[in-house]
């Protein structure tokens, strides 16, 4: 007899750390794309309270201010008070940004995502 698993997924909605740390990686992808169209964006945001931190690898002849854009993202969203615990004005940005790997560099240029991918399913035998 097979073994159950649960199959589970979550669905999150406006304000959830989730869909701000996206808003803010959406941002800055469209930043740099509007000074760069051949620019190469992998950006992920991790948002927790009192601090976002945007990391990934980006190759671009352009320059975007990541803090600026983080936390004009946060004040877009509304949480624009202290008191809600995370706030566009006080909250700490950290921003850890490299170029993109030649590895991944290649990938994109024969592949045209490299790393990317949305996968859903399971293993069998």
Known sequence: MRDRHPFTSESVTEGHPDKVADAISDAVLDAILGDDSNARVACETLVTTGMACVAGEITTTTYVHIPDIVR????????????????YHTCSVLSTIDRQSPDIAMGVDTGGAGDQGMMFGYASD
């Open 72 to 87: 004009g993202t946060i004040r877009d969203i509304g949480y624009t008070d202290a008191g809600y615990g995370f706030d």
